[in-house]
């Protein structure tokens, strides 16, 4: 059983640089053939795809997002992080971190709980 845990701060300054770290067990994130995502939901509002880094190490990241998005891991922790810079109020939200199949584009099968980040001075 695959579990993901995110850590990290709930509350972040405006301008700063918010990071979240999401630590794996039950399974490698080294193992073909999967995506590790990054996705958050705004109070309100759907789910966004923020971000993946693949079982490969390659990173992929979105259009609208990408400019002040990284992600990174620590495959001797089987972790992996999510840095968001130059936050605003507009990035509150709770952030997950799931499992993709690079096969079967969209399936999530693995998710974390979620974690609450807030926005504020």
């Known amino acids: 059983q695959v579990q993901l845990q995110e850590s990290g701060p709930g509350l972040v300054k405006p301008s700063q640089t918010l990071s979240l770290t999401c630590t794996v067990s039950?399974?490698?994130?080294?193992?073909?053939?999967?995506?590790w995502s990054w996705i958050r939901q705004p109070p309100g509002k759907g789910l966004e795809w923020m971000g993946a880094i693949a079982y490969s190490g390659s990173t992929y990241y979105s259009p609208s997002l990408k400019s002040r998005t990284s992600i990174s891991r620590d495959t001797s922790k089987n972790q992996f992080t999510l840095q968001l810079s130059s936050v605003t109020p507009e990035d509150t939200a709770v952030y997950y971190c799931?499992?993709?199949?690079?096969?079967?584009?969209?399936?999530?099968?693995?998710w974390g709980q979620g974690t609450q980040v807030t926005v504020s001075s």
């Open positions: 799931a499992r993709e199949s690079v096969l079967v584009a969209g399936m999530y099968d693995y």
């Open positions: 039950g399974g490698s994130i080294t193992t073909n053939y999967y995506y």
